[in-house]
């Protein structure tokens, strides 16, 4: 498999995290050193303010960039093994998505999460299991919102991306899917009859290579769609990231749409 990564945009999102944690947490113990004097009552404020709101930009972004692996490197490590056929897509700056893979099976968008503890998911619906433990993570990991709708919108802007650069018929017959993967081991997820399938990293190869009924892509659509998501046809283009070796979180519940 091949993988294409914007390092940039990556470097600049740990750099973020890092400025940001760090900032946020002198500001917080500004304000807390400026509260013992009250006549800086007012500045106090705006230290604390200002310090929670630079921390929790900083954790948000380094969660997800600053910390190894990267929810990328996971599906990455996942998805080790593939053939070249087989291109996974991280942060393009002109595609509609973050992580994208490539196949002669067709294009999957995948939604991605990083949120811990227990999840379940109904359908299309989704709950996070309400604690002041959940709630702090909440803080800092940002909103666990809908994956759900959030993966459908970015199917859907996928599709009309494709189309608008293959043309209507080529474009609308290139099989797209949606799948939505929880990168770190501490998220817990229940999935029942999910309207887009839910799957923990290690079972996400699978799914993408077995056909399932999907018809495979003419070799033209296939190259035509390297070009247009700008992946040279042959060769690796980018070196694989040093992954390490995460463990790969499990499900209590699997979802096939």
């Not at 944690?21 to 002198?26: Q, S, V």
């Not at 490539?102 to 989704?126: A, D, H, N, Y």
């Not at 659509?221 to 790969?248: C, E, H, N, W």
């Amino acid at each position: 498999m091949r993988v294409i990564t914007n390092e940039g945009f990556v470097s600049r999102r740990a750099r973020i995290g890092k400025i940001g944690t760090m900032g946020g947490m002198l500001a917080l113990l500004a304000g807390f050193i400026t509260s013992l004097n009250f006549e800086l009552i007012v500045l106090s404020y705006a230290f604390l303010i200002i310090g929670l709101f630079a921390f929790n930009i900083g954790r948000y972004n380094a969660l997800r960039w600053g910390q190894r692996p990267r929810p990328y490197e996971v599906i990455a490590e996942a998805l080790k093994g593939l053939d070249h056929k087989y291109v996974l897509v991280n942060y393009s700056q002109t595609l509609p998505g973050e992580n994208i893979l490539i196949s002669p099976l067709g294009v999957f968008f995948i939604e991605v999460r990083v949120q811990e503890g227990e999840i379940q998911c109904e359908g299309s619906k989704w709950h996070r299991k309400r604690s002041v433990v959940t709630f702090m993570r909440s803080l800092t990991e940002g909103a666990l919102g809908n994956p759900t709708k959030d993966a459908v919108a970015g199917l859907q802007a996928l599709r009309k991306f494709v189309v608008d650069r293959l043309g209507e018929e080529a474009g609308e017959s290139v099989p797209l899917e949606a799948v939505i993967v929880f990168t770190t081991a501490r998220a817990h997820v229940s999935a029942s009859e999910p309207l887009v399938p839910v799957l923990p990293p290690n079972e996400l190869k699978a799914h993408v290579r077995t056909p399932r009924g999907r018809t495979k892509m003419t070799s033209d659509t296939y190259k035509k769609l390297l070009d247009q998501f700008a992946v040279p046809r042959y060769g690796i283009t980018a070196s694989r990231p040093d992954l390490g070796s995460p463990v790969l979180p499990s499900s209590s519940g699997r979802g096939r749409g």
